[in-house]
């Protein structure tokens, strides 16, 4: 593996708005269970943009759900693959790691569960600096072989190398329980151990300061071997449970959690992919499993929102120790909302069609839909939330928002207005939004008199909100001037 990342081409306008318009069109077609066609497409989309995480997750899923999950593909692929697993060998030899994804992916539309294509793959991620890619291509193969040696080896030495200690400690661990005289994994899994806790710890100086018996190494040791031990106790008495019953998905996301408790999250989607095949593909553990996708992504943002924070307040003559710029952390914040938004988008679509009863989870697709500025989608989410009493008021006022954001003010107007009718008591900052909204759109659309009432209605039960103090004079004078 070059010690040098290959550049990743940056997609044009033109092919980003290609790989759009095919990847909706791939999703509409994976609804009606057109999986070929949702593939081709979804092969188009990777192609065009390479790194786009959100395209390759959503090709794989498609891919295993062409054959049902089943987790060993086409009953020919021994047959049809291996063409295409000789190309991504060649391909990985001269270095051309493009041409080692558009091959791996032909082997992974026969048998998306094939674990050597899936380590090629990964290497080739990981040459191209798409580390999140290497590590999603390594926990997709470990749908179907978590215990594999080879394949945790491999994302354990990834996660190394990020820093992440505290996963790659869960892995070599499962790489010393297949192999208990494996000497690299046993060495690891102590070694990871006492360097996470140095890390998390701020223990670097007292360490380098001792001596080879130094008092504050061996607490920390004791420290990473006390909590392996909780670990332990925690862990076991699942375990025998799941294997009392292995069909009751429950205790797959009961012990899941353990695991997130003890922040090994690798471990906790291990578990939940080990329990698909018993339950049945069960539905709560798939949820699950999106959960601890999208956790990654949150932490992500709240890490750059953190470091924004840090860059402004520290001003134009700070210290410099970011580096990042404000600039730069803006428009990463930028790109990890879009992210996060977008994967939330397929969470609560999964959760809305699964629970057709429940109109919250509309509610929270079509505020979603409305960021991703799917309009007319998040409409038909939302009229259909509209419909219970309970929920009546939060479904119009954001239909009002999406139709003002699509300059129909009549339609924008009426919404608001039924919300606020609908409004049950005790939502004061439900109300205030409502009334700011009526009266700025009212001051938009020329209706200064029903703005400059509706804005002293506001006032009268937060002055300070949203400026509508100010507002309210800017609207006087106009009003007067008119």
């Not at 693959?81 to 992974?108: C, I, M, N, W």
């Not at 292995?246 to 797959?252: H, I, K």
């Not at 840090?310 to 990463?332: F, H, Y």
Request: with cysteine; proline share 5%.
């Amino acid at each position: 593996m070059p010690d040098a990342p290959v550049t990743v081409p940056t997609p044009t306008p033109d092919q980003r708005r290609i790989a759009l318009d095919s990847f909706a069109k791939a999703r509409e077609a994976a609804v009606h269970t057109q999986y070929d066609y949702a593939i081709t497409l979804l092969l188009t989309c990777c192609k065009l943009d390479p790194g786009n995480f959100f395209y390759r997750q959503t090709l794989r899923k498609t891919q295993k759900d062409k054959f049902g999950n089943n987790l060993r593909g086409s009953r020919l692929a021994f047959l049809t693959t291996p063409r295409f697993k000789a190309r991504v060998k060649a391909a990985k030899r001269s270095g051309d790691y493009l041409r080692v994804l558009e091959h791996a992916e032909q082997v992974l539309c026969r048998n998306p569960w094939d674990l050597g294509t899936q380590l090629d793959m990964a290497a080739a991620f990981e040459a191209l600096g798409l580390v999140d890619l290497a590590v999603f291509t390594l926990d997709q193969a470990r749908q179907k072989y978590p215990r594999d040696a080879t394949l945790n080896r491999a994302l354990a030495r990834v996660f190394e190398k990020r820093g992440d200690f505290q996963k790659a400690m869960a892995l070599w661990q499962l790489v010393r329980e297949t192999h208990p005289h494996d000497v690299e994994a046993a060495h690891k899994a102590k070694d990871l151990a006492a360097r996470d806790t140095i890390a998390r710890g701020k223990y670097e100086q007292t360490a380098a300061a001792g001596s080879d018996e130094s008092p504050a190494l061996d607490r920390i040791e004791a420290r990473a071997v006390e909590k392996q031990d909780k670990l332990a106790r925690d862990v076991d008495p699942l375990r025998k449970r799941i294997e009392a019953a292995p069909t009751e998905p429950a205790l797959y996301v009961q012990l899941a959690a353990v695991y997130r408790r003890h922040n090994l999250p690798d471990r906790a989607r291990a578990v939940l992919q080990q329990g698909l095949g018993p339950t049945g593909n069960a539905f709560q553990l798939q949820l699950e499993l999106m959960d601890l996708d999208l956790a990654p992504v949150r932490k992500n943002l709240e890490q750059a929102e953190a470091r924004l924070r840090r860059v402004r307040e520290k001003g134009p003559d700070g210290d410099g120790d970011e580096e990042l710029s404000e600039k730069d952390l803006v428009q990463l914040r930028a790109q990890l909302l879009r992210e996060v938004n977008s994967r939330e988008i397929e969470v609560y679509r999964v959760k809305a069609d699964r629970f057709p009863g429940e109109p919250q989870h509309r509610i929270d697709l079509g505020t979603r839909l409305l960021k991703a500025d799917l309009v007319d989608e998040a409409i038909a989410e939302l009229q259909l939330a509209r419909r219970d009493e309970k929920l009546k008021w939060k479904a119009a006022l954001y239909l009002g928002a999406c139709f003002k954001k699509r300059s129909n003010w009549r339609l924008a107007q009426r919404n608001f207005e039924e919300a606020l009718q609908a409004l049950p008591p005790g939502e004061e900052g439900g109300k205030k939004e409502l009334l700011f909204q009526l009266a700025s759109g009212c001051a938009e659309n020329g209706d200064l008199p029903r703005a400059i009432d509706l804005g002293h209605e506001l006032a009268n039960l937060d002055y300070n909100f949203r400026g509508i103090g100010k507002l309210l004079d800017e609207w006087n004078d106009r009003l007067q001037s008119a």
